[in-house]
């Protein structure tokens, strides 16, 4: 019998860590040394679909991976939290491993935790790095059921498989093993929810710091005309876009190569 899509997707690589913050605990996964680079994932996902991308960077950075609420060591807040509550979270733990001024990266839903982040805590974050950037429109009908979907570990396993491949990766492209689990349907709905109590112009522009637009092309849930394009219009000073051939809205696991080339080609330089 095969593993539930609500399973753990795999380990994430580095040193487990974790704080206390207001009671409640922060998980997150520490790789390598220097500089330090925060990486928050994709809607009810997991800190490990980093996992290649930090074994890149961490040859001359310090990646800092962090679990969300109810999943690995992250406790799920007892109360309704909005996007910023989320993302004191992240600055607590920029705090604790002294790595400000980080590099922010966001995945999906992390895009959003990112640039709230930067808009709430001045200071914590020198640059965002932004993949799958949606947030300010809708999600095209057929996504938006195939995002809802993943969230369904009791439906037969191909269609659950279905879902995850229309709404995450181009056609043709191979869907890990890993990305057949993750799916924690708990954490999706406290995000959600944290995403629709946070007016979106209050984190939208991240904090007016630099930010690179890492844009799938084929991204369904958030395509380029309503999240990339958007962006370079609304901060064309502010904005470098890299548009990533055959990958949808994963990224990650589908160009982990170009993936890392785009990110490392604006990091700062090994302190």
Not at 135 to 155: E, H, R, S, T, V
Not at 217 to 224: L, Q, S, T
Request: contains cysteine; aromatic residues 6%.
């Amino acid at each position: 019998m095969s593993e539930r899509a609500d399973s753990v997707a795999r380990p994430c690589e580095g040193e487990a860590r974790s704080i206390v913050r207001d009671g409640r605990r922060i998980g997150y996964f520490v790789r390598g040394a220097g500089q330090a680079i925060v990486l928050l994932p994709s809607l009810g996902r997991e800190a490990s679909d980093f996992n290649e991308l930090t074994a890149v960077l961490a040859g001359n950075h310090r990646t800092i991976a962090i679990d969300p609420p109810g999943v690995g060591l992250s406790e799920l807040p007892s109360e309704p939290v909005s996007l910023f509550d989320l993302a004191d979270d992240v600055a607590a733990v920029i705090e604790a491993e002294r790595g400000a001024p980080a590099t922010l990266i966001g995945h999906a839903f992390g895009n959003r935790l990112a640039r709230a982040t930067a808009a709430r805590h001045a200071g914590a974050a020198a640059r965002l790095i932004l993949i799958a950037a949606g947030g300010k429109y809708p999600i095209p009908g057929l996504a938006f059921d195939a995002l809802l979907g993943c969230f369904n570990p009791d439906q037969p396993a191909e269609e659950h498989f279905a879902c995850v491949a229309y709404g995450f990766f181009a056609d043709a492209e191979a869907v890990p093993d890993h990305w057949r689990r993750g799916w924690h349907p708990v954490t999706a709905r406290i995000q959600g929810a944290a995403v629709r109590a946070t007016p979106v112009e209050s984190w939208w522009p991240g904090g007016g710091l630099p930010m690179l637009v890492i844009q799938g092309e084929f991204d369904r849930i958030a395509p380029r005309a309503d999240s990339a394009d958007i962006l370079a219009r609304d901060f064309p000073d502010r904005v470098r876009l890299v548009l990533i051939e055959q990958a949808g809205h994963a990224l990650l696991p589908e160009q982990p190569a170009a993936i890392a080339a785009a990110v490392s080609a604006i990091l700062p330089p090994a302190a």
